[in-house]
Nanobody, 115 residues
Framework: QAKLVESGGGSAQPGGSLRLSCGGS????????AGWHRQAPGKQREWVAS???????TYDDAVKGRFTISRDNAENTVYLQMTDLKPEDTAVYYC?????????WGQGIQVTVSS
C-alpha cells in the first residue's frame, strides 16, 4: 500500500526557517499532484500550498512569499521550505498526494514557532 512519510519538522524561533520533506512510495510519482496542509490546536485543518505535476504551485495568502513548495520527481519527494516563520505557523503539517485514483495523506509532523 502506498505510503507518505514526512520529515524535517521541529522547533524554530520567529523569523527562522525549516524545510519539510515528504517521501511517497508510489509509482509514477511525477503524475501526482502534491500539497501541504496544516492543523493548529483547536482549529480545522487548512490548505497551505499545492504543486501540480506540471510544477505549477499555488499558496494560501497566509504563507505566500514566505513558503515555497517544490518537488523532486526522481526522489519521489515533495518539499515545503518555510522562511520568516511566525508563531501562527505552529501546527501539525500534513503532506497530501493525489492522482491515479489515489488520495494519500502522511501521518503529520509538528512545527512549533516560539521564542
Amino acid at each position: 500500500q502506498a505510503k507518505l512519510v514526512e520529515s524535517g519538522g521541529g522547533s524554530a524561533q520567529p523569523g527562522g526557517s525549516l524545510r519539510l520533506s515528504c517521501g511517497g512510495s508510489v509509482t509514477f510519482f511525477s503524475v501526482y499532484g502534491a500539497g501541504w496542509h496544516r492543523q493548529a490546536p483547536g482549529k480545522q485543518r487548512e490548505w497551505v500550498a499545492s504543486i501540480l505535476s506540471s510544477g505549477f504551485a499555488t499558496y494560501d495568502d497566509a504563507v505566500k512569499g514566505r513558503f515555497t513548495i517544490s518537488r523532486d520527481n526522481a526522489e519521489n519527494t515533495v518539499y515545503l521550505q518555510m522562511t520568516d516563520l511566525k508563531p501562527e505557523d505552529t501546527a501539525v503539517y500534513y503532506c497530501n498526494l493525489w492522482g491515479r485514483g489515489d488520495d494519500l495523506w502522511g501521518q503529520g509532523i509538528q512545527v512549533t514557532v516560539s521564542s
